[in-house]
């Protein structure tokens, strides 16, 4: 049998030719990109396209930088120096820095309400970056949970750290407890950046370091390499946070990791096991951790009546929570 005859007609024509151009222009811009992104000539042409295709740049620094409402001294060519040491490192630290724009747009929120009830100013949630990049992270000196409190401090500041219940991992009520001790270190220094060393150094080395150096000023002080670079770190955050396109930072509102959906009871007695117990809750073991990180064992016993805060899932929270309806 003979293959039927294909009659296009003048609009068939058109477009059919339509289709072989529109098909040309994409063979055409593969090979482009292919061919641009792997030369195969020799070293000479290799360089020339790394000079004509890559690039990195540096920031710009800002005129005029504060740190909770405090002056950073940037007409200081050591200051200056400093701040763009560590804007430099974060700036093209990608990965890690997005995660922790991600996660900002999660935790921020709260941090900042209980920041501006205990009258401590807003910058500081940037430490808390600083100090665990809003993770429960367990530091080699064993300061644990988002603001990296160490076991006796967490305590004096009103935590609760047992074997069974660390309060160091809620965030609610570690920023809180990070609060009273930031107003006391105010009260003492009088100077917000001091207050920001002396969380990463302590009271005592600082004070040691004010003194044999005649120093007032967190910028005036040769400090340990840490400490020396604490602030700037929390400056270079601040910075790209507060505007993350003037770093090369694009995303998408809906890339952001969303608040937890939340619903609160009390429990007021022992728990034998938190798997059967979340399971009655109809909420699985995974997800109950991930809401109440503070208690730390499958059981937990309750000898005294004290009320303690449990979180959970707001309906369908886990599926839905990246829906905005």
Not at 58 to 85: M, Q, S, W, Y
Request: hydrophobic share 40%; net charge positive.
């Amino acid at each position: 049998m003979k293959a039927p005859k294909i009659r296009l007609g003048f609009k068939g024509l058109i477009v059919n030719t339509l289709y072989i151009f529109a098909g040309g222009i994409l063979v055409w811009s593969i090979f482009k990109v292919f061919n641009f992104s792997t030369p195969t000539e020799g070293d000479e042409a290799y360089q020339l396209h790394i000079k004509k295709e890559y690039a990195v740049y540096a920031p710009i620094l800002p005129e005029k930088l504060d740190f909770a409402g405090e002056n950073v001294p940037l007409e200081n060519f050591d200051v200056r120096e400093a701040l763009d040491k560590e804007l430099l490192k974060t700036m093209y630290w990608h990965s890690e820095i997005f995660l922790y724009i991600k996660r900002a747009n999660r935790y921020f929120p709260e941090i900042e309400k209980i920041l501006k009830k205990h009258n401590i100013p807003d910058d500081f949630k940037y430490l808390a970056l600083a100090e665990s990049g809003l993770d429960n992270v367990t530091s080699p000196a064993n300061a644990v949970g988002y603001w990296q409190f160490l076991k006796a401090t967490g305590k004096e500041f009103g935590l609760e750290i047992t074997d069974e219940v660390d309060e160091r991992y809620h965030y609610i009520k570690s920023t809180e407890a990070a609060c009273l001790y930031l107003k006391k270190m105010y009260a003492k220094y009088k100077s917000w950046s001091l207050v920001a060393a002396s969380y990463n150094m302590g009271t005592g080395a600082l004070d040691e370091s004010m003194t044999w150096q005649n120093a007032t000023s967190y910028y005036d002080m040769l400090l340990n390499t840490e400490t020396s670079r604490y602030l700037y770190r929390i400056l270079a955050y601040k910075l790209i946070l507060t505007k993350p396109e003037d770093y090369g930072f694009r995303y998408r509102s809906k890339d952001l990791y969303p608040p937890f959906k939340t619903k609160k009871i009390e429990i007021d007695s022992s728990v034998t096991d938190f798997v059967k117990f979340a399971k009655q809750l109809s909420v699985n073991y995974k997800l109950f951790k991930i809401l109440n990180p503070q208690f730390r064992k499958t059981s937990f016993k309750n000898t005294t009546g004290k009320k303690y805060e449990i979180m959970l899932p707001d309906e369908n929270m886990r599926s839905k929570l990246y829906n905005a309806e």
